[in-house]
């Protein structure tokens, strides 16, 4: 059983959560520190696969994220007109089904209250100003002045993570000429499962959210300088991308995509830390070590298994050290993995936006093989 009792996670996300509530159920006294004063999680969806399902089953989560969300099948493929042509997806694990969609913010509450309950304590509106990170603990000043002394000291703080540049060095996200727009909507009463649409110059999904809610993503190439998006030209130029999806489902929200303040755009960045995503103890999960693209919609579901994996085997190693590395060891492929196809499948449908997809390749056929991977233990 290892020595770690007293354990700091800097970030509130999906990952600093998860690895709360899992440290926390292990004995270990866990304190988050959030950088904002109020948790504000935009009002769109998020794709849950069954992995990231049998990671949320490990915190016994599972069927209330699925109870207050919306479970699905595999994923129809359909041409912008709307015709299916194939499905894909994350095949179902045992009793959980390939997908479940939910909403960021229930997601984000179902954690909290969890971590909550489990005794995890919150510094909100508070960060790391200085670690002193030694060889069996990790001194800390917080932002607010105070200090504190922990075992171990969790970077869960998303993409641009203060923690990994005070203590692994400057490692900066890479745009990848790509964005996506969001919105949510009423549940359209045929959208039984995921659908994604693909059209000549973007592509667009339909994912259910709750049993009367869905929401849209569409993924779009604005060019390489990664242009700033004024609020008023969000509604236009998002339904401008879709004019050319005919697709009944679609034409049948287009028009209600109306408010600026619920358009959710987001340039997509991409980033992978090479091993050790240790040192001392401190160490790095979720987007802060690996940050990928949407594409096999799986960024979270690897947040949420490194919170599994990290809190088993610092319950199991008695040697911390031992534990960190053996904690890189069992994730960094299959994290590097999901990096790697997501940015290749963003670069293939780049490639096919502009007519210039090589002959023969099959991107659903990538994106299947890479999702059935992800059906392996963790
Ligand atoms: C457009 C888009 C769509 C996506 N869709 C999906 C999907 O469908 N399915 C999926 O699995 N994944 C998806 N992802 C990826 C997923 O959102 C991320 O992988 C996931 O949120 C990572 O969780 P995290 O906890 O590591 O980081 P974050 O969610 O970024 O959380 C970091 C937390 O740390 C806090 N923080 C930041 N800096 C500091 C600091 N200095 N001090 C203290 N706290 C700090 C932040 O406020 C935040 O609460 C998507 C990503 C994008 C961009």
């Known amino acids: 059983m290892s020595t770690v009792r007293n354990v700091l996670i800097v970030g509130g996300g999906i990952g600093g959560l998860s690895s709360g509530i899992a440290l926390a159920r292990n004995g270990c006294s866990v304190t988050i520190a959030e950088l904002h004063q109020e948790f504000n999680v935009y009002?769109?969806?998020?794709?849950?696969?069954?992995?990231?399902?049998?990671?949320?089953?490990?915190?016994?989560?599972?069927?209330?994220?699925?109870?207050?969300?919306?479970?699905?099948?595999?994923?129809?493929?359909c041409t912008a007109a709307g015709h299916v042509f194939t499905q894909v997806g994350v095949p179902p694990i045992g009793r959980l089904p390939s997908h479940n969609g939910i909403s960021r913010r229930i997601l984000h509450?179902?954690?909290?209250?969890?971590?909550?309950?489990?005794?995890?304590?919150?510094?909100?509106?508070?960060?790391?100003?200085?670690?002193?990170?030694?060889?069996?603990?990790?001194?800390?000043?917080?932002?607010?002045?105070?200090?504190?002394?922990?075992?171990?000291?969790?970077?869960?703080?998303?993409?641009?993570?203060?923690?990994?540049?005070?203590?692994?060095?400057?490692?900066?996200?890479?745009?990848?000429?790509?964005?996506?727009?969001?919105?949510?909507f009423k549940r359209l009463p045929e959208l039984e499962t995921g659908y994604m649409f693909m059209g000549k110059r973007s592509k667009v999904g339909l994912i259910p959210m709750t049993a009367d809610t869905m929401y849209m993503f569409l993924v779009t190439s604005e060019g390489e300088d990664n242009p700033f998006i004024p609020e008023e030209e969000l509604v236009p130029r998002m339904k401008a991308w879709l004019e050319e999806y005919s697709a009944p489902m679609v034409q049948k929200v287009i028009n209600e995509i109306t408010d600026p303040k619920k358009v959710v755009y987001r340039p997509l960045e991409v980033l992978?830390?090479?091993?050790?995503?240790?040192?001392?103890?401190?160490?790095?999960?979720?987007?802060?070590?690996?940050?990928?693209?949407?594409?096999?919609?799986?960024?979270?579901?690897?947040?949420?298994?490194?919170?599994?994996?990290?809190?088993?085997?610092?319950?199991?190693e008695n040697d911390v050290t031992v534990a960190l590395q053996q904690f890189t060891d069992r994730r960094i492929?299959?994290?590097?993995?999901?990096?790697?196809?997501?940015?290749?499948?963003?670069?293939?449908?780049?490639?096919?936006?502009?007519?210039?997809?090589?002959?023969?390749?099959?991107?659903?056929?990538?994106?299947?093989?890479a999702l059935g991977e992800m059906m392996q233990p963790i």
């Open 43 to 77: 009002g769109v969806g998020i794709i849950q696969p069954a992995n990231a399902l049998r990671a949320l089953d490990a915190l016994g989560l599972a069927d209330e994220a699925m109870r207050r969300g919306s479970p699905y099948g595999l994923v129809k493929m």
């Open 109 to 184: 509450e179902i954690l909290y209250e969890e971590a909550v309950k489990q005794g995890v304590v919150f510094k909100m509106g508070m960060s790391v100003a200085v670690i002193e990170n030694k060889a069996d603990e990790v001194g800390v000043q917080f932002t607010d002045g105070t200090t504190g002394t922990f075992d171990l000291l969790i970077g869960a703080d998303g993409v641009y993570s203060k923690v990994r540049s005070l203590m692994f060095g400057q490692y900066k996200p890479r745009y990848t000429n790509e964005s996506v727009w969001r919105y949510p």
């Open 272 to 316: 992978f830390v090479p091993a050790p995503w240790y040192k001392n103890r401190v160490v790095l999960i979720g987007d802060s070590v690996h940050a990928t693209i949407p594409q096999l919609g799986q960024g979270a579901g690897l947040a949420l298994e490194d919170s599994i994996v990290l809190a088993e085997l610092l319950q199991k």
């Open 333 to 369: 492929a299959r994290c590097k993995m999901v990096v790697d196809v997501s940015v290749q499948v963003g670069e293939l449908e780049q490639l096919d936006w502009k007519g210039q997809l090589p002959e023969g390749i099959n991107i659903g056929a990538i994106m299947g093989k």
